[in-house]
C-alpha cells in the first residue's frame, strides 16, 4: 500500500478516523491524503443536518453569496491544517473538495490519486436521513474498487 485516503467529515468522531489512518499509514510507510468534501452551499441550509457547526440556519439567499462559499472552503483547509498538525505529520497532503454528492466525489479522489486503502467513518443516521441523504459510507463500501478501512462511530460497552 502505498497511498492512503483519509476522508474526514466534522463529525465526532473525525478524529479517531483521522489518527486510525495516519496510524496505519505510518505502519506502512504509506503517503497520506486528507480529504473533506464540502458540499454544494445550499446543502448547508438544510436545518435538520449540520455538518459545519456554526453554519446551520443560514437562508436560500444568503448562501448564493460567494463570500460564505470561500469561508466554507477556507474554513475546511483550516481544519484540515489542524488535524495534520494534531496528526504531527508534516508530510501529509491535504485537500479540499467541493462536491454535491460525497461519496462520488470521494471515489473520483481515489481514481485521481491512484489511492490503495481508503479510511472513512461509520455514521448512525436516523433511517430517514440515510433515505434523504444516501450513506456515504455505504456507497463508497459498494463501488470502490480499493479497499475500504470503515472506523466505527459507535462505543460499545461491554
Keep these: 500500500m502505498k497511498k492512503i485516503l483519509i ?32 458540499s454544494e452551499p445550499t446543502h448547508y441550509a438544510y ?4 455538518p459545519i457547526m456554526g453554519f446551520a440556519g443560514y437562508s436560500g439567499a444568503d448562501l448564493m453569496d460567494a463570500e460564505l462559499t470561500e469561508s466554507l ?14 496528526l504531527g505529520g508534516d ?32 455514521h448512525s443516521h436516523r433511517w430517514m436521513e440515510d433515505v434523504l441523504l444516501g450513506n456515504v459510507t455505504q456507497k463508497i463500501l459498494r463501488e470502490s474498487l480499493v479497499p475500504v478501512l470503515v472506523v466505527p462511530s459507535k462505543r460499545h460497552s461491554l
Design 73 to 86: 472552503l477556507h474554513g475546511s483547509e483550516q481544519y484540515l491544517q489542524k488535524t495534520k498538525s494534531h
Design 91 to 122: 508530510h501529509i497532503e491535504t485537500e479540499v473538495v467541493v462536491g454535491s454528492n460525497a461519496a462520488d466525489t470521494i471515489l473520483k479522489a481515489i481514481r485521481k490519486h491512484d489511492i490503495d486503502l481508503v479510511v472513512v467513518g461509520s
Design 47 to 50: 436545518n435538520a443536518y449540520s
Design 7 to 38: 476522508a474526514v467529515d466534522y463529525g465526532p468522531t473525525a478524529q479517531k478516523v483521522a489518527e486510525t489512518g495516519y496510524a496505519l499509514g505510518k505502519k506502512l510507510t504509506a503517503e497520506v491524503l486528507l480529504l473533506h468534501v464540502v
